[in-house]
């Protein structure tokens, strides 16, 4: 059953832009925190971004000052702007949540996942 949805995953240009969406499906994770996290084919799967619907966010060395994470809360659905992309970031892209969220900015605490987007970056 799958209860985080995302979206906007695709075929980009290097240095163009995506957003990816992650909305819930039957339930609500209004007392989670939520995070972006992605997998590149043969690596292990990392934290990219990560927020609190309190406001406060996290993003990696790797896509701080390109990536921005962002949420409405209303909708419990948790965006990621990606700008200036890299081929290093195709990847699929996967939304998780995880109601510890004393530990949010760990990779590790994150157990409610969706299916997952590609996102690839080529000429």
């Known amino acids: 059953q799958v209860q985080l949805v995302e979206s906007g995953g695709g075929l980009v240009q290097p240095g163009g832009s995506l957003r990816l969406s992650c909305a819930p499906s039957g339930r609500t994770f209004r007392s989670y925190a939520m995070a972006w996290f992605r997998q590149a084919p043969g690596k292990e799967r990392d934290l990219v971004a990560a927020?609190?619907?309190?406001?406060?966010?996290y993003s990696s060395d790797s896509v701080k000052g390109r990536f921005t994470i962002s949420g409405d809360a209303a909708k419990e659905t948790v965006y990621l702007q990606m700008n200036r992309l890299e081929p290093e970031d195709t990847a699929v892209y996967y939304c998780?949540?995880?109601?510890?969220?004393?530990?949010?900015?760990?990779?590790?605490?994150?157990?409610?996942w969706g299916q997952g987007t590609q996102v690839t970056i080529s000429s």
């Open positions: 998780a949540a995880t109601s510890n969220v004393y530990n949010w900015m760990s990779k590790f605490v994150y157990d409610v």
């Open positions: 927020i609190t619907w309190s406001g406060m966010t």
